[in-house]
């Protein structure tokens, strides 16, 4: 058995796909390749109205005042052809896409389906227009025999009866208006004056005498109308790309529409991934402002996923610290898809319990204090007290290896201050011995004064330093210590 998946008005599908608003409004697609642009497909409303193909924007605007017009896309195309392959992966391993917006599934082999009863074909085919239509895609599903009558049965679905399982391929076919073998137009107008209205008629004049008389046209005729012929289909399988856009009618200044749609778009995305079992490692969200400037930002995916609330919180999180000089026109968003990590921890290890919930909080942290000031302290090479580098937490690395050193028997009991205050120090005339001190943490003249201990480095560059610790205790007791460098005193400890 085989069955098709056919796509009416694929490229007007496309374009409304993600805007299911628009689906009940009159909407004229005009092709912009054409000279002049002419309308190429129609939504019923705007058919109803007597707008009709072939007609240009101008003659469309004069039926209905009210139309939308929008443009033909190749890349909304490609996305949607996207969609249904990867849609229809999930119910069978054997593809063909055979046109566009038109797939052929080989269902030989699965258990379950083939040679099945036609109840269970159908209850299968809805299942299948189920999935598809939860990716915005409205399609008409034929099964039979071989490929082309699977094909004619799909075409023969409409909307009352989307699905169209074919028992006797014979009669069904025989059935069929002859306008379901695709005639020429010249054809068509010989066989109407013949008076053959059904596919049952053609076959009944007899192949070799309507070859006779159309030519070589007839022999193509009577192959599309063969419920026999089996044909090898030319598999393919499904892209490895998840990318959702759209073109925005009016330009878009708030947050929540935004939110609207990329939701819509990471649970479309995801669903995509599942028949494949891919996961999402980051996602590319682009912004196409009114002004004409494009924004791209890739979002980096904590732990690999395709939990559509885990990415949507990623994408609110970043879309919530972003600010822009125009409104939003356009808006797309593509995930990179890899496999999902498998981990061999040791008997102690463990994870974060949430890493993407512990990235966002990042995140937030970032956008509050500024992206150099979150992160983990990591000391760098030298003996300059205080100087480090702050470079992004990483808990899926291994432990770094920390060279171990024996403990201090009395540890000196110092509370750092940070940051350190300043201090007006006075010294003995002659002598850099520091006499009293007048600070927000302490005051007075100095009892004692050891010191001082100098440090410097980096002399071969401009950016070198030297300093000097003195260690003082005022006559209250007060034990501090004192940092001269660049000029300037600090209290930089107490001693507790």
Known sequence: ?????????????????????LHGQPVALVDPDRSPPKVCALTASARGLGVVEGATPTQALARCEGIRIRHRS???????????????????????????????????????????????????????????????????????????????????????????VVETAVEFIAGLPVEALQPSTHVAEILGRWGVRTVGELQALGQAEVIERLGLEALALFAAAS???????????????????????????????????????????????????????????????????????????????????????????????????????????????????????????????DPCQFQETLARLSALVGADRVGS??????????????????????????????????????????????AEVAVAPGLPVPLTVRCSVVNGRLRVAVGPWRASGNWWEPASWSREDWDVQTPSGTVARLTHEGGRWQVTGLLD
């Open 1 to 21: 058995m085989y069955a098709v998946v056919h796509l009416p008005d694929f490229a007007l599908q496309a374009a409304l796909r993600g805007l299911p608003e």
């Open 227 to 353: 419920a026999t012929t089996l044909r090898p289909l030319r598999l393919a399988r499904p892209p490895e790309r998840f990318e959702e856009s759209v073109d925005l009618e009016e330009p878009v200044e708030t947050l929540e529409p935004l939110l609207f749609l990329l939701r819509r778009f990471v649970d479309t995305l995801t669903l995509r991934m599942e028949p494949s079992q891919w996961v999402a490692r980051s996602m590319t969200l682009r912004l196409r402002l009114e002004s004409g400037v494009a924004l791209e930002t890739v979002l980096r995916v904590p732990e690999p996923t395709r939990r559509p609330d885990i990415l949507f919180r990623t994408l609110r999180t970043h879309l919530e610290t972003l600010r822009t000089d125009a409104a939003v026109s356009g808006l797309g968003l593509t995930l990179d898809p890899g496999r999902a990590p498998q981990r061999q921890f040791g008997l102690f290890e463990s994870v974060l319990r």
């Open 377 to 422: 302290p990591v000391r760098l090479p030298g003996h300059r007290p205080d100087a480090f580098r702050l470079v992004p937490p990483d808990f899926e690395g291994p432990p770094s290896d920390f060279p171990s050193r024996p403990p201090l028997l009395r540890p000196v009991p110092w509370r750092r201050l940070r940051p350190a205050p300043e």
């Open 74 to 164: 190749a890349a909304r195309e490609a996305d949607a052809s996207d969609a249904l392959m990867q849609g229809a992966f999930a119910f069978s391993p054997h593809v063909e896409a055979t046109a566009p917006g038109v797939l052929t599934l080989d269902l030989r082999g699965i258990s379950g389906v083939d040679a099945a009863a036609p109840e269970v074909l159908a209850a299968w085919a809805g299942r299948l227009r189920t999935v598809l239509a939860g990716l915005g895609l409205d399609a008409r599903i034929g099964v039979g025999p071989t490929p082309d009558v699977a094909r004619h049965a799909a075409r023969a679905a409409d909307v009352s009866a989307p699905v169209r």
